[in-house]
């Protein structure tokens, strides 16, 4: 490494070792979030059985594991899942019955609550009135909710050679 002024040349081989390993453990994760068990993404990442069961507990782990998922619903099954729904309303031979809850599903995925529901799910409750298991379960339904609207963000795989100049005033 060598330094021009204000600029740093960085050999980006040297921080090889350091992608290896995420590049293994999104591997794993991506094992998981397709289903296969915790010893196959493991063995399929490289890792012992042991060390993916260590994996498997660790917050950091767990975070890309639900955001994954998070993402697989949403690109994937929701779009599959409305689609068999407006099938079904649509549907010729279809009872009353189903029609009327597919439309009624259609319209909650939409947003348009009913009444009941657009009320507070812990009623007229202030947060610091809730216990923590409410709290807790206030908290998975905002990051659902959450989740729910993210939009994915990919950035541009950009080609280049191995060294990259990184100005150290920014």
Known sequence: MRQLSHLEVVDMNEIAGIDD??????????GLAEGRSVQDAASEAGYSKAHGYML????????????LLAMRLTVE?????ISVLVKL?????????????????????AGYATSREAEKPNGNKELVELSPDQLRAQIAVIQVQLAEQAIPVNAPIVEGDSIQVIDLLD
């Open 56 to 67: 498997q507990k660790r917050p950091k782990i767990q975070g890309m594991l639900h955001q």
């Open 89 to 109: 309303l649509d549907g010729r031979g279809v009872s009353d019955k189903i029609k009327l809850e597919a439309a009624k599903t259609l319209l909650d995925r």
């Open 21 to 30: 390993e995420v590049d293994r453990e999104v591997l794993f994760v991506r």
């Open 77 to 81: 099954a929701a779009p599959k899942a």
